[in-house]
């Protein structure tokens, strides 16, 4: 779930789209969500999408079901957010920003610049940016500290999944598999991030229902 921690032609046809209500010259922004008394607003919501598409090099689709994607990660994030701060979780340091956002800029930019010219084109602030990707690496820190310690996966299940991944060759001519040494360690980071997202998804449950979260069904049917 959370590691599943989004050509600029149509990236303005996001803000047209957006089924907010214009009288005058003042936009009226719509409650799409509340969370207890915290609420995210309609624009918020496209907003991060077209964050979010921007850094994965990609056109941001205002479909139902992305926003629908993007307003649910936001209220994780919201939630993950508040336990955090309850049990006095430090922010992200500079350098894993850093990091992140230099992942993100060699990936589909290939230089800084090039990604600052990019993010200008496309009318983003360069700490927006900065704030989007606050949360999404504090988020994902978080959920590692919170939740992976509690995950266990047993060797038996890594074999499992070796032998299933990497079948005896059928003929002589075919490539051998890895050696399960090899690969083990990538076979149990994968086997255990599905686990956390198990657990992370029944704790998302629970703490969506304490928190009172409700979306409305004429801004998110």
Same mark, same amino acid.
């Given at each position: 779930?959370?590691?599943r921690?989004l050509?600029?032609?149509?990236?303005?046809?996001?803000?047209?789209?957006?089924?907010s209500l214009?009288?005058?010259?003042?936009?009226?922004?719509?409650?799409?969500?509340?969370?207890?008394?915290d609420?995210?607003t309609?624009?918020?919501?496209y907003?991060?999408?077209r964050?979010?598409?921007?850094?994965e090099?990609? /056109?941001?689709? @205002? *479909?139902?079901?992305?926003l629908?994607?993007? %307003?649910?990660?936001? $209220?994780? +994030?919201? #939630?993950?957010?508040?336990?955090?701060k309850?049990?006095?979780?430090p922010p992200?340091?500079k350098?894993?920003?850093q990091?992140?956002?230099?992942?993100?800029?060699?990936q589909?930019?290939?230089?800084?610049?090039?990604?600052?010219?990019?993010?200008?084109?496309?009318?983003?602030?360069?700490?927006?940016?900065?704030?989007?990707l606050?949360?999404m690496?504090?988020?994902?820190?978080?959920i590692?500290?919170?939740?992976?310690p509690?995950v266990?996966?047993?060797?038996?299940a890594?074999?499992e999944?070796?032998?299933?991944?990497y /079948?005896?060759? @059928? *003929?002589?001519?075919?490539?051998e598999?890895? %050696?399960?040494?090899d $690969?083990? +360690?990538? #076979?149990?980071?994968?086997?255990?991030?599905?686990?956390?997202d198990?657990?992370?998804?029944?704790?998302?449950?629970?703490?969506?229902n304490?928190?009172?979260?409700?979306?409305l069904p004429?801004?998110?049917?």
């Amino acid at each position: 779930m959370r590691r599943r921690v989004l050509s600029f032609a149509i990236l303005w046809a996001v803000v047209a789209a957006a089924p907010s209500l214009i009288v005058g010259k003042e936009l009226l922004d719509r409650v799409a969500i509340t969370i207890g008394l915290d609420v995210i607003t309609e624009q918020e919501i496209y907003e991060q999408l077209r964050i979010a598409s921007f850094l994965e090099g990609q /056109p941001p689709e @205002a *479909t139902q079901q992305k926003l629908r994607e993007v %307003a649910d990660r936001m $209220v994780m +994030q919201r #939630l993950v957010l508040v336990d955090m701060k309850a049990n006095g979780f430090p922010p992200p340091t500079k350098e894993e920003m850093q990091a992140a956002l230099q992942s993100s800029w060699q990936q589909h930019w290939g230089s800084r610049q090039a990604f600052l010219e990019a993010a200008a084109k496309a009318g983003l602030k360069e700490e927006t940016i900065d704030t989007f990707l606050s949360g999404m690496v504090a988020t994902m820190k978080y959920i590692d500290f919170r939740f992976r310690p509690s995950v266990r996966v047993s060797d038996t299940a890594v074999f499992e999944l070796y032998e299933d991944r990497y /079948p005896v060759p @059928a *003929t002589a001519n075919a490539p051998e598999p890895p %050696a399960f040494e090899d $690969v083990r +360690q990538q #076979l149990e980071d994968e086997l255990r991030s599905g686990e956390v997202d198990v657990v992370l998804e029944r704790w998302l449950e629970d703490a969506r229902n304490r928190a009172g979260v409700r979306y409305l069904p004429e801004v998110l049917p």
